[in-house]
């Protein structure tokens, strides 16, 4: 399995994208949904690093264990302060997938700064990735549409694709 800074590194390499105007649309598609997976995975590591966040800023503004504790439903929950910043999604990733973003953390987190400091700058790392991702999916997915436009691409090609599996 590689890990999860090895799948983003490759989709983010210019090697990824530098050839889509000459690519198959099947190996676009491929690139693309290869993105989509990989953009999942990276947002719902930020997801749990904010969750994260939100819980050591809780600890430290109370001292009182109970009050902490009767708090983190609404921390955890669609009420915390993260949860409105970016787009919704539902996230469903495998259990490797899972796997990928508990050994990000480990090793972002692992290190001599402060927690918070290391909580914050690996908020920071994933969100540039985001970015980055989404620079990328707005690559392929305007190659497709250009496909589509042009002629190179047909909806009966991808209901033939969809038919096959």
Do not use: C, W
């Amino acid at each position: 399995m590689a890990s999860l800074r090895e799948e983003v590194a490759e989709v983010l390499s210019p090697s990824f994208i530098d050839d889509i105007g000459s690519i198959s649309v099947e190996e676009l598609r491929r690139r693309r949904d290869q993105a989509i997976h990989i953009e999942s995975v990276v947002s719902y590591t930020r997801r749990l690093v904010q969750a994260m966040i939100d819980i050591a800023e809780a600890s430290n503004a109370t001292s009182d264990s109970s009050e902490l504790i009767g708090e983190l439903s609404e921390i955890l929950s669609d009420g915390n302060p993260h949860s409105s910043a970016g787009r919704l999604v539902e996230v469903e990733i495998s259990e490797e997938a899972s796997l990928q973003a508990d050994q990000f953390l480990q090793d972002s987190l692992a290190g001599p700064p402060s927690k918070s400091d290391r909580l914050a700058e690996t908020e920071r790392e994933i969100s540039e990735m985001r970015q980055q991702l989404h620079s990328v999916l707005d690559l392929l997915s305007s190659e497709l549409v250009e496909q589509y436009k042009n002629g190179r691409a047909s909806v009966e090609g991808l209901l033939e694709d969809v038919r096959k599996g």
